[in-house]
DNA sequence: AACTCCCTCAACCGCGATCAG
DNA sequence: TCTGATCGCGGTTGAGGGAGT
């Protein structure tokens, strides 16, 4: 038995909205305010459109203070330091961003920061170690352990990408980015002591490497946030997803480590690609 | 000018999570 | 506790427009 739809297709207007229907929308919203049930909303006001596609098209159009395109190099930062650590969770990402959509910033990824960052071939050294890796690593897509979702292929290369000495965004020598890649305030996410970081949310730098400096309350204000109540809040979230104190959040920890494992079977199988554990 | 290709982004779809009765 | 309804998220699609030929 197929999942019920959420609303009757047949009488549903689909495609680009037209400006008649958004003014409906908005005048409702900010007057009367969701009402806490979309599938209702549309009926009320006469829109022949799905809920869904209603409470779509608030949050990524009609809302307050969105934000369109004109991405900065800040912004590009805290996309690309948080995809990294943890993956396509757009909205969480999102939330560091105001005013900009979990949809955009999907998009912006997608279309032009992906290609941005791992279109980079500054290093023809570097490149072909980049090329050799998927080649090995695809070589062994035939084998179902060492099977890698092609996302956390991406995140991997990436951080290779980014560990490039000319290239702006890399970790090591961008202090700017530190405070980025630790979104969570004055607990440092990477804490080379604690044996329970093994498999913290962020690839385990070489014992060689500077431990990140603990957030200046002028770097975290830096992070972002029009609100102190809304960074608090934000980054209780974060706190939660990547820290745990919950079920859910032991969930979310899962995940992370899942990450954290599939991250070491990489760089495992980079060192072996390159000799280094030779 | 006409055509094709490629890119962007708004919107859709399906699914897991959560809520309410 | 169960079940159906709804929400929210991430992946995908396709229309529209710009660039190239």
């Known amino acids: 038995m197929g999942r019920a739809p959420c609303c009757d297709k047949a009488n549903v207007k689909k495609g680009p909205w037209s400006p008649e229907e958004d003014a409906k929308l908005k005048a409702y919203i900010e007057e009367n305010g ?8 549309p009926q009320k006001i006469g829109l022949k459109r799905c809920g869904k596609s209603c409470r779509l098209r608030w949050l990524n159009y009609l809302r307050p203070n969105i934000k369109h ?19 396509s969770r757009w909205s969480i990402i ?17 279309t032009r920061l992906k290609k941005k960052l791992l279109g980079r071939r500054k290093d ?19 084998k179902p352990s060492q099977t890698l979702s092609s996302t956390a292929l991406e995140r991997m290369q990436l ?19 530190w405070p980025k890649f630790n979104p969570l305030g004055s607990q440092p996410v990477y804490n080379p002591t604690s044996e329970q970081n093994e498999q913290s949310l962020i690839p385990s730098m ?11 309350a002028g770097t975290q204000e830096d992070f972002s946030c029009e609100s102190s109540s809304n960074f608090n809040s934000l ?44």
């Open 34 to 41: 969701t009402g806490g049930n979309w599938i209702a909303l």
């Open 69 to 87: 395109g004109g991405f900065s190099e800040e912004e590009d930062q805290i996309i690309c330091s948080l995809y990294i650590s943890i993956g």
């Open 94 to 110: 999102a939330a560091q961003l105001p005013g900009r959509t979990d949809n955009d910033i999907k998009n912006y990824w997608n």
């Open 124 to 142: 023809p050294s570097q490149s072909r170690r980049s090329f050799s890796l998927n080649q090995e690593l695809s070589s062994h897509a035939d």
């Open 159 to 177: 951080h290779l990408q980014l560990q490039g000495l000319n290239n702006p965004f890399s970790f090591y020598n961008n202090p700017a980015l």
């Open 206 to 216: 070489p014992s060689d490497e500077p431990s990140y400096p603990p957030l200046s």
């Open 235 to 278: 980054n209780d979230e974060l706190q939660n997803l990547i820290y745990g104190n919950n079920g859910i959040a032991e969930l979310e920890k899962e995940n992370v480590n899942w990450f954290g494992n599939e991250f070491d079977s990489l760089m495992l199988q980079e060192n072996h690609v390159l000799g280094y554990d030779m």
